[in-house]
């Protein structure tokens, strides 16, 4: 398999040698097992190991995908997965292409003696309508979820983003909770909590928000969440009867503070979208144009609108002012700066 990508003899013998001669043993406590050897699986903790399990992974995915013409058209690129280590999403327009393309993995897998986990495995149709669908491996059906955790991020049927919004602000507001202890302490300063709520807590609630796609409603429960922390840090509860202006003032903080973080955050990654080659898929992502028929009614506001939105660029200005990374950076410069 090496050979296929070039990879020389000489260095294609060393990597057999350092697996053929490989043995090891499992250490629990103070106890160490009977050594043995490795006969599948890479070596835990080698440098190489990422790069001969992408290489193999990738072996196995392009045999298998060689003859398969579906997935999303992206300004007429095919586009039928998406990897990450082993984290795959196989992607089909219809029931039918997303069947195929599973049927052709699971073949191509089974070849090199690799197995779809079927309980890992799951469904999701991102429709206007949801309805159910059957995909299935040897006959079993898999089972068909409304949203799916992939690289940390809540993907849903309905390609939202108040899922994902709610789910991470959850997550940072039981951090904070956690670190009450903290607040609480008089002899730390406020300074310090304060810089300590944006290393500790905030990474968690902002986690992928570069791509969030925030209508009026989200920008609200953002900004309402940026409070909770502060009072949080200040030790102040709904009972005390302060105002958020008053929070903001004694943190010295904007009452939408978070939301301005977010938006500087997406600005920066349009801007760097904007500069890649245009082969690169996310640019093509950016600014590809809707295939078929669109739903009566009003659509929706897409990620490239919203952000523009708060610099109040259009598109075509927008595409060449990002080159000019100065002149990108002060389309928001009034916004909050950590």
């Known amino acids: 398999m090496l050979q296929h990508y070039n990879i020389p003899r000489k260095l294609t013998a060393l990597i057999q040698n350092l697996y053929g001669q490989a043995v090891s043993a499992v250490r629990v406590g103070a106890d160490i097992s009977d050594w043995f050897?490795?006969?599948?699986?890479?070596?835990?903790?080698c440098v190489l190991s990422p790069d001969l399990f992408n290489l193999f992974l990738e072996h196995v995915l392009g045999e298998a995908l060689e003859a398969y013409r579906g997935g999303a058209l992206?300004?007429?690129?095919?586009?039928?997965?998406?990897c990450f280590a082993?984290?795959?999403d196989l992607m089909g327009e219809t029931v039918d292409e997303a069947q195929d393309v599973l049927h052709a993995v699971h073949q191509s897998s089974q070849r090199y003696g690799l197995e779809i986990s079927k309980n890992k495995t799951k469904v999701l149709l991102v429709a206007?309508?949801?309805?159910?669908?059957?995909?299935?491996?040897?006959?079993?059906?898999?089972?068909q979820v409304s949203h799916f955790k992939y690289l940390g991020t809540e993907v849903t049927e309905q390609n939202r983003t108040t899922t994902d919004l709610r789910c991470r602000t959850a997550q940072a507001l039981a951090a904070c909770s956690n670190l009450q202890v903290i607040w609480r302490n008089t002899a730390i300063s406020l300074k310090t909590k304060l810089r300590l709520l944006d290393s500790m807590v905030l990474p968690i609630a902002l986690y992928g928000s570069e791509n969030w796609t925030?209508?009026?409603?989200?920008?609200q429960k953002l900004q309402s969440f940026g409070m909770k922390c502060l009072r949080a840090v200040l030790n102040i509860t709904?009972?005390?009867?302060?105002?958020?202006?008053?929070?903001?003032?004694?943190?010295?903080?904007?009452?939408g503070y978070i939301v301005d973080i977010v938006k500087r955050r997406q600005h920066a990654w349009l801007g760097h979208v904007l500069r890649m080659d245009g082969n690169r898929l996310p640019k093509m992502s950016v600014q590809a144009h809707a295939h078929g028929t669109r739903y009566r009614g009003r659509p929706r506001k897409n990620w490239v609108d919203t952000v523009l939105e708060h610099s109040g660029l259009d598109f075509k200005t927008a595409v060449h002012r990002a080159y000019d990374r100065d002149k990108w950076r002060n389309c928001m410069s009034g916004a909050y700066d950590q």
């Open 128 to 143: 206007k309508e949801p309805r159910q669908i059957t995909i299935a491996i040897d006959s079993e059906k898999l089972e």
């Open 238 to 255: 709904w009972r005390d009867h302060i105002t958020n202006h008053e929070i903001a003032i004694r943190t010295s903080r904007q009452e």
């Open 214 to 219: 925030l209508n009026k409603a989200d920008l």
């Open 37 to 45: 050897r490795q006969t599948v699986g890479v070596r835990q903790g």
């Open 86 to 88: 082993d984290d795959i």
């Open 74 to 82: 992206i300004n007429g690129r095919r586009v039928s997965n998406l």
